[in-house]
């Protein structure tokens, strides 16, 4: 079993994830990437991590498969025989953007079935499993950390699906909150605001305009490293008494100001 905590960081491959990786890797927390389809983006950030003298393992899962989550929770007892911390951190937007009146089903069950139903059960899964780990190592500390969205909260019409799945996170996050609290586990909901990853690169001009013209108090675009250093934070347990707290890293985009 390894002595080092484990982290498991589903979308773990590039953008956020890949952020969130390097910094839980830099805290001393051995790493399991979880990944859709990308496999050359995930060895190439496996490849990063030796440096910081822990170890990796990728695992190619769809998030929406319970097959398929199940294989990230065997992957994980098998390589290290623990997890000290989940971040669901997959999600994808809508392959077109549609207005809320034109768009379809299938969209909506595709974003909400890897955005939300897919954390919602891998939570389930891995909770129980560290519920199992609690009992016979009381003195470790186990958490859950869900990154959402500034979209939870904030109307975009033309891709409702992805606004619908990431408000659903902020419920799953005080649901698992108070459910795990018995048992010390800890759950929280880090909320990106505008990020420059592969998923905002196609609307850089429409925001490079927009936090100009003072969209967010802090003007510059986000970066991954910044969503990797609020969940370092709380994987280093200087939060352990503020369960369910939302985490806003967004440059002050949710500040309301006259």
């Not at 390589?79 to 911390?85: Q, S, V």
């Not at 379809?104 to 891998?122: A, H, Q």
């Not at 939870?152 to 992805?162: D, I, K, N, Q, V």
């Amino acid at each position: 079993m390894a002595e080092k905590p484990v982290a498991i960081i589903t979308g773990g491959s590039r953008g956020i994830g890949k952020g969130i990786a390097l910094k839980l890797a830099e805290l001393g927390y051995n790493i399991v990437i979880n990944y859709a389809s990308n496999k050359e983006a995930a060895e190439e950030t496996k490849q990063q991590i030796p440096s910081l003298s822990v170890e990796c393992a990728t695992q190619q899962a769809d998030i929406s498969s319970n097959r398929d989550r199940q294989s990230i929770k065997e992957l994980t007892r098998d390589t290290f025989g623990r997890c000290d911390l989940l971040v669901n951190n997959a999600g994808v937007a809508p392959l077109a953007r549609a207005d809320i009146l034109e768009a379809t089903e299938e969209s909506f069950e595709r974003v909400l079935n890897i955005n939300l139903k897919g954390p919602y059960f891998l939570t389930q899964s891995i909770a129980n499993w560290m519920i199992e780990q609690k009992k016979r190592f009381p003195d470790r500390a186990f958490r859950i950390i869900n990154i959402s969205s500034i979209s939870a909260y904030t109307s975009s019409p033309s891709r409702g699906e992805y606004c619908v799945s990431k408000a659903g996170i902020s419920m799953m996050t005080a649901l698992y909150a108070d459910r795990l609290a018995e048992y010390g586990i800890v759950v929280f909901e880090v909320r990106p605001g505008i990020i420059a990853t592969d998923m905002t690169s196609t609307v850089k001009e429409k925001y490079d305009k927009l936090i100009a013209e003072g969209l967010t108090p802090i003007k510059r675009w986000g970066e991954p490293e910044d969503v990797g250093k609020a969940v370092a934070a709380i994987a280093e347990g200087r939060l352990d008494f503020c369960t369910g707290q939302i985490i806003n890293v967004d440059g002050g985009f949710h500040l309301k100001r006259l």
